[in-house]
């Protein structure tokens, strides 16, 4: 499956590699903050971008192609992203360089259930504006987090992603759980997935690393840990978009809160940036608040607003170059979320 999409997708990481931004290392080892990039690494973002148009045009319904992940938009929240005052020096970098009060949007999803009440993932995907500086890649003056509900993402590397994608769009995802290879993988898959009463009261992580600032060798991950005071309540009549209704309830109560957090990779064996299923021990590297994400009482529930919130898009590597993406994972997703974005909203215009 060869896609013209996928092709120029495929030419952007083979710049990015010749550019020098992908440090490679032959030892096994990697450094601390290094990466170390796979030569089939283009072929792969260009197969998964030809899988994932296959699979959400096949998903489309009433004219509208869906997201492969995050398919259920929950809300979109204007929101603040308050940075904290007084930040040591190891974290005052970029977006977090100085203290105050940014515009943003939260997005909240369910990954894959259509129904509030089943269990699923849940993502969180945050856009902070205003932000001075000029990002790796999208518009000026934004800073995108995407973030999900469990820490270990269930795939370790490119290739492990596009195994999943690939079965599911031969409509054959047996063949994954049975590999025993991908032991690991369905374990998370399966035991990620909660039950919960509202997107505001749950935690969530970026699962990958990212940068922090100018020095190569260092490499955090994010957290958006959840201090929404009034916690959320299932309605025993429940229906299947009942998180709008306790958000809503929620908001009138008081505002959404998510402390942003930061945490330091220490041991780059114990935490690898290559291997995005691995959640780096707290015990050994504590995160860091770095800032405030508040939500405060609005409508965000009206057609107009869902449809809105449907159209909104993002990319980890709507970044400053102090936040740049690391490892694997991320280094595929620039293209995939550019491709498969562009590709869902044009298909869904017609
Ligand atoms: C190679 C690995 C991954 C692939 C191929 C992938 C693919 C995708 C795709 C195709 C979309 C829909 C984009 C669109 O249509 O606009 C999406 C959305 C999303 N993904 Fe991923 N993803 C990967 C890893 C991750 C990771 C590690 C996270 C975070 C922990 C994540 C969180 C999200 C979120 C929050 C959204 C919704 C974005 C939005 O609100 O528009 N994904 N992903």
């Given at each position: 499956m060869t896609s013209s999409t996928g092709r120029v997708a495929a030419t952007r990481v083979i710049m990015l590699a010749a550019a020098g931004l992908l440090s490679s290392c032959t030892d096994g080892g990697l450094a601390p903050g290094a990466e170390r990039s796979n030569a089939n690494e283009a072929e792969i973002t260009e197969r998964m971008i030809a899988a994932i148009e296959e699979i959400t045009l096949a998903r489309a319904e009433n004219g509208v192609v869906p997201r492969?992940?995050?398919?259920?938009?929950l809300g979109c929240f204007n929101a603040e992203f308050t940075v904290e005052e007084n930040l040591p020096a190891h974290l005052?970098?970029?977006?977090?360089a100085q203290p105050g009060t940014h515009p943003g949007l939260v997005r909240f999803a369910n990954?894959?259930?259509?129904?509030?009440r089943d269990k699923d993932f849940r993502g969180m995907s945050i856009k902070v504006f205003e932000v001075d500086g000029e990002p790796l890649?999208?518009?000026?003056g934004q800073q995108d987090f995407l973030m999900n509900s469990?820490?270990?993402?269930?795939?370790?590397n490119p290739d492990e992603f596009l195994s999943f994608i690939d079965a599911t769009a031969d409509d054959a995802l047996w063949k994954f759980f049975i590999n025993p290879l991908n032991r690991d993988s369905v374990a998370i898959l399966l035991n990620g997935r909660e039950a919960i009463n509202?997107?505001?009261?749950i935690d969530y992580w970026s699962t990958t690393p990212f940068r922090l600032?100018?020095?190569?060798?260092v490499a955090i991950k994010y957290a958006a840990l959840s201090c929404t005071a009034l916690p959320g309540e299932q309605p025993e009549?429940?229906?299947?978009?009942f998180f709008r209704t306790v958000m809503q309830q929620q908001l009138a109560g008081g505002q959404a809160c998510f402390d942003f957090m930061v945490q330091h990779q220490q041991d780059p064996d114990a935490?690898?940036?290559?291997?995005?299923s691995v959640v780096w021990d707290e015990a050994d590297a504590p995160y860091q608040k770095v800032a405030t994400i508040t939500i405060a009482n609005q409508e965000f529930s009206s057609a107009a607003a869902m449809q809105a919130c449907d159209s909104q898009r993002f990319n980890p590597?709507?970044?400053l170059p102090e936040h740049r993406p690391l490892g694997g994972i991320n280094r595929v997703r620039q293209a995939v979320y550019s491709e498969a974005g562009e590709f869902r909203l044009q298909q869904s215009q017609r």
């Open positions: 492969l992940n995050q398919a259920k938009s005052r970098h970029g977006l977090f990954a894959s259930a259509a129904d509030d890649w999208g518009e000026a469990h820490p270990a993402l269930f795939a370790s509202s997107p505001f009261d600032g100018p020095d190569n060798r009549n429940a229906d299947a978009d935490m690898p940036v290559e291997d995005a590597w709507q970044a």
